[in-house]
Protein backbone atom coordinates (compact mmCIF):
# COMPACT_ATOMS: atom_id res chain seq x y z
CA UNK A 1 0.00 0.00 0.00
CA UNK A 2 1.14 3.73 -0.82
CA UNK A 3 1.33 5.56 2.56
CA UNK A 4 0.88 9.28 2.33
CA UNK A 5 3.96 11.09 2.89
CA UNK A 6 3.23 12.20 7.00
CA UNK A 7 5.75 14.82 8.24
CA UNK A 8 6.52 14.34 11.39
CA UNK A 9 5.14 17.44 12.35
CA UNK A 10 2.60 19.19 10.05
CA UNK A 11 -0.01 21.54 10.50
CA UNK A 12 -2.06 21.53 7.49
CA UNK A 13 -4.96 24.07 6.11
CA UNK A 14 -7.73 23.38 3.45
CA UNK A 15 -9.69 25.95 1.66
CA UNK A 16 -12.05 24.17 0.24
CA UNK A 17 -14.59 21.70 1.74
CA UNK A 18 -14.46 18.01 -0.32
CA UNK A 19 -17.25 15.74 -0.27
CA UNK A 20 -15.35 12.14 -0.09
CA UNK A 21 -15.63 8.87 0.93
CA UNK A 22 -13.89 7.52 3.85
CA UNK A 23 -10.98 5.47 3.25
CA UNK A 24 -12.11 2.59 5.62
CA UNK A 25 -8.69 0.50 5.59
CA UNK A 26 -9.07 -3.12 6.36
CA UNK A 27 -6.15 -4.75 7.43
CA UNK A 28 -5.30 -7.93 9.42
CA UNK A 29 -2.03 -6.67 11.38
CA UNK A 30 -3.15 -5.68 14.04
CA UNK A 31 -5.49 -9.27 14.93
CA UNK A 32 -5.35 -10.28 18.60
CA UNK A 33 -4.47 -6.62 19.63
CA UNK A 34 -6.28 -4.73 21.53
CA UNK A 35 -7.38 -0.77 22.17
CA UNK A 36 -8.25 1.13 24.78
CA UNK A 37 -10.42 4.13 24.38
CA UNK A 38 -11.19 7.28 26.43
CA UNK A 39 -13.23 10.22 25.07
CA UNK A 40 -13.96 13.58 26.70
CA UNK A 41 -16.27 16.12 25.88
CA UNK A 42 -19.40 16.43 24.24
CA UNK A 43 -21.51 14.06 22.15
CA UNK A 44 -19.64 15.01 18.79
CA UNK A 45 -16.69 13.61 20.49
CA UNK A 46 -18.70 10.49 21.42
CA UNK A 47 -19.55 9.96 18.06
CA UNK A 48 -15.83 10.62 16.96
CA UNK A 49 -14.87 7.60 19.05
CA UNK A 50 -17.01 5.70 17.09
CA UNK A 51 -15.86 6.15 14.19
CA UNK A 52 -12.32 5.79 15.52
CA UNK A 53 -13.79 2.60 16.70
CA UNK A 54 -14.31 1.55 13.38
CA UNK A 55 -11.10 2.37 11.71
CA UNK A 56 -9.25 0.73 14.59
CA UNK A 57 -11.59 -2.62 14.17
CA UNK A 58 -10.87 -2.43 10.79
CA UNK A 59 -7.16 -2.78 11.18
CA UNK A 60 -7.71 -6.14 13.62
CA UNK A 61 -7.95 -4.36 16.88
CA UNK A 62 -10.55 -5.20 19.54
CA UNK A 63 -11.64 -2.94 22.27
CA UNK A 64 -10.55 -3.68 25.90
CA UNK A 65 -11.60 -1.52 29.01
CA UNK A 66 -8.76 -3.09 30.75
CA UNK A 67 -5.73 -0.74 30.14
CA UNK A 68 -3.05 -2.69 31.32
CA UNK A 69 -3.94 -5.17 28.46
CA UNK A 70 -3.98 -2.15 25.64
CA UNK A 71 -1.49 -2.44 22.67
CA UNK A 72 -3.01 1.13 22.02
CA UNK A 73 -4.04 4.03 23.80
CA UNK A 74 -6.50 6.77 22.10
CA UNK A 75 -7.32 9.74 23.72
CA UNK A 76 -9.80 11.73 21.82
CA UNK A 77 -9.76 15.09 23.86
CA UNK A 78 -11.67 18.50 24.41
CA UNK A 79 -10.67 21.98 24.54
CA UNK A 80 -13.30 23.42 25.84
CA UNK A 81 -12.26 24.28 29.79
CA UNK A 82 -9.47 24.63 31.46
CA UNK A 83 -9.98 21.30 33.32
CA UNK A 84 -10.69 19.54 30.29
CA UNK A 85 -6.98 19.94 29.61
CA UNK A 86 -6.31 19.40 32.69
CA UNK A 87 -7.25 15.17 33.11
CA UNK A 88 -5.60 14.73 29.64
CA UNK A 89 -2.58 16.10 30.79
CA UNK A 90 -2.96 13.86 33.91
CA UNK A 91 -4.07 11.15 32.23
CA UNK A 92 -0.82 11.08 29.61
CA UNK A 93 1.31 11.40 33.10
CA UNK A 94 0.08 7.85 33.87
CA UNK A 95 0.69 6.96 30.54
CA UNK A 96 4.50 7.95 30.25
CA UNK A 97 4.87 5.19 32.82
CA UNK A 98 2.63 2.54 31.22
CA UNK A 99 5.14 3.25 28.26
CA UNK A 100 8.03 2.36 30.27
CA UNK A 101 7.02 -0.50 31.18
CA UNK A 102 5.69 -1.74 27.68
CA UNK A 103 7.77 0.64 25.10
CA UNK A 104 5.80 -1.01 22.25
CA UNK A 105 2.46 0.52 23.25
CA UNK A 106 1.15 3.38 21.45
CA UNK A 107 -0.38 6.16 22.13
CA UNK A 108 -2.25 8.15 20.12
CA UNK A 109 -4.09 12.04 20.85
CA UNK A 110 -6.83 13.27 18.89
CA UNK A 111 -9.94 15.87 19.03
CA UNK A 112 -10.25 19.01 19.99
CA UNK A 113 -6.49 19.93 22.23
CA UNK A 114 -4.42 19.35 18.99
CA UNK A 115 -5.71 22.06 17.46
CA UNK A 116 -5.15 24.20 19.11
CA UNK A 117 -1.39 24.75 17.68
CA UNK A 118 -0.31 25.93 21.55
CA UNK A 119 -1.27 21.51 22.29
CA UNK A 120 0.35 20.14 19.36
CA UNK A 121 3.88 22.27 20.28
CA UNK A 122 3.35 20.83 24.01
CA UNK A 123 3.00 17.60 22.26
CA UNK A 124 5.71 17.94 20.19
CA UNK A 125 8.33 19.28 22.76
CA UNK A 126 7.36 17.94 26.12
CA UNK A 127 5.63 14.38 25.39
CA UNK A 128 7.78 12.77 22.52
CA UNK A 129 6.67 9.48 24.22
CA UNK A 130 3.03 10.26 22.00
CA UNK A 131 2.95 8.26 18.68
CA UNK A 132 0.08 9.53 17.25
CA UNK A 133 -1.17 12.95 17.14
CA UNK A 134 -4.38 13.85 14.96
CA UNK A 135 -7.26 16.51 14.75
CA UNK A 136 -10.49 16.89 14.65
CA UNK A 137 -10.41 17.10 10.28
CA UNK A 138 -8.34 14.12 10.28
CA UNK A 139 -9.54 10.97 11.65
CA UNK A 140 -9.80 9.54 8.49
CA UNK A 141 -6.07 9.17 7.86
CA UNK A 142 -5.70 7.87 11.82
CA UNK A 143 -5.31 4.20 9.95
CA UNK A 144 -3.18 4.91 7.70
CA UNK A 145 -0.56 7.05 10.61
CA UNK A 146 -1.31 3.51 12.68
CA UNK A 147 0.37 1.38 9.97
CA UNK A 148 2.84 3.48 9.47
CA UNK A 149 4.54 2.37 12.55
CA UNK A 150 7.32 4.84 12.64
CA UNK A 151 9.54 5.37 15.80
CA UNK A 152 9.24 8.95 15.63
CA UNK A 153 5.86 11.23 16.83
CA UNK A 154 3.74 11.84 13.98
CA UNK A 155 1.63 14.78 14.30
CA UNK A 156 -0.77 15.69 11.28
CA UNK A 157 -3.48 18.53 12.19
CA UNK A 158 -5.71 20.29 9.85
CA UNK A 159 -6.49 23.83 10.78
CA UNK A 160 -9.19 25.95 9.85
CA UNK A 161 -11.46 23.72 7.75
CA UNK A 162 -12.06 20.17 6.91
CA UNK A 163 -13.63 17.57 4.27
CA UNK A 164 -17.01 15.94 5.00
CA UNK A 165 -16.44 12.24 4.55
CA UNK A 166 -18.93 9.32 4.06
CA UNK A 167 -19.71 5.94 4.22
CA UNK A 168 -17.68 5.64 7.62
CA UNK A 169 -17.24 2.15 9.05
CA UNK A 170 -18.31 3.48 12.43
CA UNK A 171 -18.32 1.29 15.64
CA UNK A 172 -21.73 2.32 17.62
CA UNK A 173 -21.88 1.89 21.13
CA UNK A 174 -26.04 1.32 20.81
CA UNK A 175 -28.16 -0.84 18.64
CA UNK A 176 -31.18 1.12 19.14
CA UNK A 177 -30.37 4.51 19.61
CA UNK A 178 -27.50 6.33 16.93
CA UNK A 179 -25.92 9.66 16.74
CA UNK A 180 -26.20 10.90 13.33
CA UNK A 181 -23.87 13.71 12.12
CA UNK A 182 -25.63 16.58 10.43
CA UNK A 183 -23.21 19.28 9.67
CA UNK A 184 -19.70 20.05 11.15
CA UNK A 185 -17.68 22.82 12.95
CA UNK A 186 -19.63 26.19 13.84
CA UNK A 187 -19.94 30.00 12.64
CA UNK A 188 -21.26 31.36 15.18
CA UNK A 189 -18.16 33.05 17.01
CA UNK A 190 -19.59 33.59 20.54
CA UNK A 191 -16.63 35.14 22.00
CA UNK A 192 -15.56 32.64 25.12
CA UNK A 193 -16.10 29.31 22.66
CA UNK A 194 -13.03 27.76 21.17
CA UNK A 195 -15.24 25.29 19.32
CA UNK A 196 -15.39 27.61 15.66
CA UNK A 197 -11.32 26.89 15.97
CA UNK A 198 -11.12 23.42 17.23
CA UNK A 199 -13.70 22.37 14.62
CA UNK A 200 -13.97 24.85 11.78
CA UNK A 201 -16.21 26.41 9.98
CA UNK A 202 -19.77 25.05 9.15
CA UNK A 203 -19.86 22.18 6.86
CA UNK A 204 -23.35 20.74 6.37
CA UNK A 205 -24.00 16.75 5.29
CA UNK A 206 -25.98 16.89 2.38
CA UNK A 207 -29.42 15.87 2.84
CA UNK A 208 -29.20 12.57 0.70
CA UNK A 209 -26.16 11.50 2.43
CA UNK A 210 -28.34 11.81 5.92
CA UNK A 211 -31.36 10.55 4.92
CA UNK A 212 -29.79 7.24 3.25
CA UNK A 213 -27.50 7.00 6.98
CA UNK A 214 -31.31 7.30 8.80
CA UNK A 215 -33.22 4.72 6.70
CA UNK A 216 -29.57 2.22 7.27
CA UNK A 217 -30.54 2.94 10.27
CA UNK A 218 -34.21 2.20 10.53
CA UNK A 219 -33.51 -0.97 8.45
CA UNK A 220 -31.23 -2.10 11.13
CA UNK A 221 -33.52 -2.01 13.70
CA UNK A 222 -32.70 1.71 15.92
CA UNK A 223 -35.54 3.11 17.08
CA UNK A 224 -33.85 6.41 18.10
CA UNK A 225 -31.53 8.76 16.04
CA UNK A 226 -30.50 11.88 17.45
CA UNK A 227 -29.33 14.70 14.43
CA UNK A 228 -25.80 15.87 16.06
CA UNK A 229 -24.30 19.58 15.53
CA UNK A 230 -23.05 22.08 17.15
CA UNK A 231 -25.91 24.55 15.90
CA UNK A 232 -28.15 22.49 14.17
CA UNK A 233 -30.72 24.77 13.17
CA UNK A 234 -28.04 26.40 10.84
CA UNK A 235 -28.37 23.21 9.23
CA UNK A 236 -28.08 24.24 4.93
CA UNK A 237 -26.70 27.67 5.49
CA UNK A 238 -23.64 27.15 3.92
CA UNK A 239 -25.33 24.94 0.98
CA UNK A 240 -25.95 26.19 -2.23
CA UNK A 241 -29.48 25.62 -1.59
CA UNK A 242 -32.88 26.45 -0.54
CA UNK A 243 -33.43 23.78 2.29
CA UNK A 244 -33.27 23.99 6.18
CA UNK A 245 -32.93 22.51 9.19
CA UNK A 246 -36.94 22.60 9.37
CA UNK A 247 -36.99 20.90 6.19
CA UNK A 248 -34.60 18.05 7.26
CA UNK A 249 -36.31 17.31 10.80
CA UNK A 250 -39.34 17.18 8.75
CA UNK A 251 -38.00 14.67 6.41
CA UNK A 252 -36.30 12.63 9.08
CA UNK A 253 -39.53 12.58 11.14
CA UNK A 254 -41.23 11.19 7.49
CA UNK A 255 -38.88 8.28 7.29
CA UNK A 256 -40.29 6.99 10.00
CA UNK A 257 -37.85 5.92 12.64
CA UNK A 258 -39.49 5.85 15.96
CA UNK A 259 -37.90 8.71 17.59
CA UNK A 260 -36.12 11.85 16.78
CA UNK A 261 -34.10 14.05 18.67
CA UNK A 262 -31.73 16.88 17.67
CA UNK A 263 -28.96 18.67 19.76
CA UNK A 264 -27.94 21.66 20.35
CA UNK A 265 -30.29 24.64 19.06
CA UNK A 266 -28.93 27.97 18.87
CA UNK A 267 -31.85 30.63 19.77
CA UNK A 268 -30.69 32.86 17.69
CA UNK A 269 -31.88 30.48 14.75
CA UNK A 270 -34.58 28.35 16.06
CA UNK A 271 -37.41 29.35 13.30
CA UNK A 272 -41.49 29.19 13.24
CA UNK A 273 -41.15 26.08 10.98
CA UNK A 274 -38.98 24.37 13.19
CA UNK A 275 -41.44 24.67 16.20
CA UNK A 276 -44.34 24.01 13.74
CA UNK A 277 -42.47 20.78 12.78
CA UNK A 278 -41.66 19.56 16.56
CA UNK A 279 -45.13 20.15 16.95
CA UNK A 280 -46.81 18.65 14.22
CA UNK A 281 -44.64 14.97 14.74
CA UNK A 282 -45.38 12.33 16.62
CA UNK A 283 -41.58 11.12 16.64
CA UNK A 284 -40.11 14.25 16.92
CA UNK A 285 -39.63 14.24 20.57
CA UNK A 286 -40.43 17.07 22.52
CA UNK A 287 -37.28 17.86 23.73
CA UNK A 288 -35.11 20.91 23.24
CA UNK A 289 -31.34 21.86 24.86
CA UNK A 290 -31.85 25.74 24.56
CA UNK A 291 -28.33 27.35 25.59
CA UNK A 292 -29.00 30.58 27.48
CA UNK A 293 -25.32 31.33 28.39
CA UNK A 294 -26.68 34.08 30.71
CA UNK A 295 -29.72 36.12 31.72
CA UNK A 296 -28.38 39.91 31.14
CA UNK A 297 -28.26 41.36 27.45
CA UNK A 298 -24.78 43.27 28.13
CA UNK A 299 -23.22 39.97 28.77
CA UNK A 300 -24.88 38.07 26.06
CA UNK A 301 -23.48 41.07 23.72
CA UNK A 302 -20.59 40.55 25.35
CA UNK A 303 -20.66 37.16 24.24
CA UNK A 304 -21.43 37.51 20.81
CA UNK A 305 -25.05 35.77 21.16
CA UNK A 306 -26.67 38.04 19.30
CA UNK A 307 -30.23 38.19 21.37
CA UNK A 308 -31.29 39.82 24.38
CA UNK A 309 -32.55 38.62 27.77
CA UNK A 310 -36.52 39.47 26.28
CA UNK A 311 -35.94 38.02 22.76
CA UNK A 312 -34.79 34.36 25.06
CA UNK A 313 -37.98 34.81 26.96
CA UNK A 314 -40.15 34.97 24.04
CA UNK A 315 -38.74 32.29 22.38
CA UNK A 316 -39.03 29.85 25.02
CA UNK A 317 -42.63 30.93 26.07
CA UNK A 318 -43.44 30.55 22.09
CA UNK A 319 -41.79 27.30 22.65
CA UNK A 320 -43.91 26.52 25.40
CA UNK A 321 -47.49 27.40 24.16
CA UNK A 322 -47.16 25.78 20.44
CA UNK A 323 -45.61 22.34 21.44
CA UNK A 324 -47.88 20.23 24.01
CA UNK A 325 -45.53 18.97 27.17
CA UNK A 326 -42.04 19.96 26.01
CA UNK A 327 -39.19 19.98 28.26
CA UNK A 328 -36.51 22.38 27.39
CA UNK A 329 -32.96 22.35 29.22
CA UNK A 330 -30.27 25.09 28.88
CA UNK A 331 -26.50 25.69 29.22
CA UNK A 332 -25.62 28.59 31.76
CA UNK A 333 -21.81 30.46 32.36
CA UNK A 334 -21.63 32.31 35.57
CA UNK A 335 -18.65 34.71 36.29
CA UNK A 336 -18.03 36.05 32.49
CA UNK A 337 -15.53 38.55 32.99
CA UNK A 338 -17.63 41.74 33.87
CA UNK A 339 -20.48 39.58 34.95
CA UNK A 340 -21.65 42.31 37.78
CA UNK A 341 -23.79 40.80 41.04
CA UNK A 342 -27.33 42.44 39.10
CA UNK A 343 -26.07 40.71 35.95
CA UNK A 344 -26.16 37.68 37.47
CA UNK A 345 -29.08 38.19 39.32
CA UNK A 346 -30.80 38.71 35.59
CA UNK A 347 -29.52 35.03 34.86
CA UNK A 348 -31.61 34.15 38.06
CA UNK A 349 -34.52 35.90 36.82
CA UNK A 350 -34.57 34.32 33.67
CA UNK A 351 -34.42 30.99 35.49
CA UNK A 352 -37.01 32.15 37.56
CA UNK A 353 -39.58 32.96 34.57
CA UNK A 354 -38.01 29.97 32.26
CA UNK A 355 -38.30 27.01 34.80
CA UNK A 356 -35.99 25.10 33.28
CA UNK A 357 -36.25 21.40 33.26
CA UNK A 358 -32.36 21.09 33.53
CA UNK A 359 -29.39 22.80 33.25
CA UNK A 360 -25.61 22.52 32.43
CA UNK A 361 -23.91 25.10 34.66
CA UNK A 362 -20.07 26.07 33.92
CA UNK A 363 -17.73 28.65 35.72
CA UNK A 364 -16.23 30.76 32.95
CA UNK A 365 -12.60 29.00 31.74
CA UNK A 366 -10.73 31.76 29.69
CA UNK A 367 -9.96 29.99 26.41
CA UNK A 368 -6.39 31.64 24.69
CA UNK A 369 -7.52 32.58 21.37
CA UNK A 370 -10.91 33.58 22.07
CA UNK A 371 -11.82 37.14 22.00
CA UNK A 372 -13.19 36.85 25.11
CA UNK A 373 -9.55 36.18 26.41
CA UNK A 374 -8.81 39.48 26.32
CA UNK A 375 -11.34 40.89 28.54
CA UNK A 376 -9.45 41.54 31.96
CA UNK A 377 -11.32 39.37 34.29
CA UNK A 378 -12.07 40.69 37.48
CA UNK A 379 -14.16 38.31 39.28
CA UNK A 380 -12.81 36.62 42.08
CA UNK A 381 -12.81 32.75 41.93
CA UNK A 382 -14.76 32.68 45.01
CA UNK A 383 -17.67 34.89 43.43
CA UNK A 384 -17.64 33.13 40.87
CA UNK A 385 -18.20 29.44 42.70
CA UNK A 386 -20.70 31.09 45.10
CA UNK A 387 -23.09 32.30 41.69
CA UNK A 388 -22.60 28.74 40.50
CA UNK A 389 -23.79 27.25 44.02
CA UNK A 390 -26.98 29.15 43.93
CA UNK A 391 -27.46 28.72 40.23
CA UNK A 392 -27.34 24.66 40.87
CA UNK A 393 -29.44 25.20 44.00
CA UNK A 394 -32.17 27.03 41.85
CA UNK A 395 -32.15 24.79 38.94
CA UNK A 396 -31.84 21.62 40.49
CA UNK A 397 -35.39 22.91 43.07
CA UNK A 398 -37.09 23.84 39.08
CA UNK A 399 -35.62 19.38 38.12
CA UNK A 400 -37.48 18.33 40.70
CA UNK A 401 -40.68 20.30 41.20
CA UNK A 402 -40.75 19.16 37.24
CA UNK A 403 -39.97 15.45 37.48
CA UNK A 404 -42.28 15.41 40.45
CA UNK A 405 -45.41 16.33 37.80
CA UNK A 406 -44.82 12.96 36.38
CA UNK A 407 -45.56 11.02 39.09
CA UNK A 408 -48.99 9.11 38.72
CA UNK A 409 -48.48 9.28 34.89
CA UNK A 410 -47.79 6.66 32.39
CA UNK A 411 -44.48 7.37 29.64
CA UNK A 412 -43.79 6.03 27.00
CA UNK A 413 -39.87 4.69 27.91
CA UNK A 414 -37.52 4.04 25.16
CA UNK A 415 -35.49 1.13 27.40
CA UNK A 416 -31.24 1.34 26.73
CA UNK A 417 -30.44 -1.19 29.32
CA UNK A 418 -29.75 -2.43 32.83
CA UNK A 419 -29.45 0.49 35.48
CA UNK A 420 -26.26 0.87 36.87
CA UNK A 421 -26.52 1.33 40.31
CA UNK A 422 -28.98 -1.50 40.81
CA UNK A 423 -28.99 -4.94 38.58
CA UNK A 424 -33.00 -5.78 39.20
CA UNK A 425 -33.90 -2.54 37.14
CA UNK A 426 -33.50 -1.43 33.82
CA UNK A 427 -33.63 2.24 32.71
CA UNK A 428 -34.44 4.68 29.33
CA UNK A 429 -35.87 8.07 28.62
CA UNK A 430 -39.31 9.45 28.22
CA UNK A 431 -40.22 11.39 25.12
CA UNK A 432 -39.15 14.68 27.09
CA UNK A 433 -35.73 12.89 27.84
CA UNK A 434 -36.45 11.98 31.51
CA UNK A 435 -34.06 9.50 32.74
CA UNK A 436 -36.16 6.42 34.18
CA UNK A 437 -34.86 3.59 36.30
CA UNK A 438 -37.95 0.76 36.04
CA UNK A 439 -38.68 -2.48 37.84
CA UNK A 440 -39.03 -4.48 34.97
CA UNK A 441 -37.13 -6.86 32.82
CA UNK A 442 -34.09 -7.46 31.00
CA UNK A 443 -36.28 -8.70 28.01
CA UNK A 444 -37.63 -4.87 27.85
CA UNK A 445 -34.17 -3.67 26.35
CA UNK A 446 -34.80 -1.86 23.36
CA UNK A 447 -38.24 -1.34 23.34
CA UNK A 448 -40.67 1.57 24.28
CA UNK A 449 -42.92 0.59 27.04
CA UNK A 450 -45.64 2.27 29.15
CA UNK A 451 -44.50 2.81 32.51
CA UNK A 452 -46.24 3.82 35.35
CA UNK A 453 -43.68 7.27 37.30
CA UNK A 454 -43.96 6.32 41.06
CA UNK A 455 -41.12 8.52 42.34
CA UNK A 456 -39.25 11.62 41.48
CA UNK A 457 -35.63 13.28 42.22
CA UNK A 458 -33.93 15.95 40.81
CA UNK A 459 -32.30 13.95 38.38
CA UNK A 460 -34.43 10.69 37.27
CA UNK A 461 -37.82 9.28 38.03
CA UNK A 462 -39.03 5.63 39.04
CA UNK A 463 -41.22 3.57 37.33
CA UNK A 464 -43.43 0.55 37.12
CA UNK A 465 -43.97 -1.36 33.67
CA UNK A 466 -47.92 -1.15 32.84
N1 LIG B 1 -22.81 24.46 20.42
C1 LIG B 1 -23.43 24.43 21.66
C2 LIG B 1 -22.55 24.19 22.86
C3 LIG B 1 -21.16 23.79 22.75
S1 LIG B 1 -20.17 23.80 24.15
C4 LIG B 1 -24.16 25.74 21.84
O1 LIG B 1 -23.80 26.74 21.33
O2 LIG B 1 -25.09 25.71 22.59
C5 LIG B 1 -21.23 23.40 25.48
C6 LIG B 1 -21.34 24.46 26.51
O3 LIG B 1 -20.09 24.71 27.12
C7 LIG B 1 -21.77 25.81 26.00
O4 LIG B 1 -23.15 25.91 25.77
C8 LIG B 1 -21.31 26.75 27.10
O5 LIG B 1 -22.30 26.88 28.10
C9 LIG B 1 -20.12 26.01 27.68
N2 LIG B 1 -18.87 26.69 27.36
C10 LIG B 1 -18.34 26.92 26.14
N3 LIG B 1 -17.19 27.62 26.25
C11 LIG B 1 -16.98 27.84 27.57
C12 LIG B 1 -15.97 28.52 28.32
N4 LIG B 1 -14.96 29.12 27.72
N5 LIG B 1 -16.10 28.53 29.67
C13 LIG B 1 -17.13 27.94 30.28
N6 LIG B 1 -18.11 27.30 29.63
C14 LIG B 1 -18.05 27.23 28.29
FE1 LIG C 1 -19.42 27.62 20.74
FE2 LIG C 1 -21.26 29.42 20.26
FE3 LIG C 1 -20.61 27.67 18.36
FE4 LIG C 1 -21.94 26.84 20.51
S1 LIG C 1 -22.69 28.30 18.94
S2 LIG C 1 -20.16 25.87 19.59
S3 LIG C 1 -21.10 28.15 22.13
S4 LIG C 1 -19.31 29.27 19.19
FE1 LIG D 1 -15.08 19.77 23.73
FE2 LIG D 1 -14.57 19.79 21.19
FE3 LIG D 1 -16.96 19.11 22.04
S1 LIG D 1 -13.91 21.31 22.64
S2 LIG D 1 -17.20 20.25 23.92
S3 LIG D 1 -15.12 18.01 22.42
S4 LIG D 1 -16.49 20.23 20.19
Known amino acids: MNLPNINEAKIRTNNKVEYLEAKNIKSTKFINKYYYIRTYGCQMNVHDSEEIKGILENLGFRETNDLE ?185 KTGIPRVRFVTSHPWDFTNDMIEVIAKYENVMPYIHLPLQSGSTKILKLMGRRYTKEEYIDLYTKIKNKVPNVSITTDI ?48 LEEKEQRLYKLNELINAYSLEHNKEYIGKIEEVLVLGVSEKDNNKVYGYTKTMKLVNILGSKSDIGKIISVKITDAKSFSLDGEKQ
Not at 103 to 125: F, R, W, Y
Not at 187 to 198: G, L, N, R, S
Not at 199 to 219: F, P, T, V, Y
Not at 230 to 250: I, P, W
Open 69 to 253: QAHIVVLNTCAIRENAHDKVFGFLGRLKHLKREKPDLMICIGGCMPQEESVANTLKEKYPFVNIVFGTHNINDLGEMILDERAQQQIDVYSIEGNVYEHMDYVRDSKITAWVNIMYGCDKFCTYCIVPFTRGKQRSRKKEDILREILDLKEQGYLEVTLLGQNVNAYGKDLDCNYDFASLLEDVA
Open 333 to 380: IVGFPNETNEDFLETIDVVNKCKFDGAYTFIYSKREGTPAAKIQDTIS
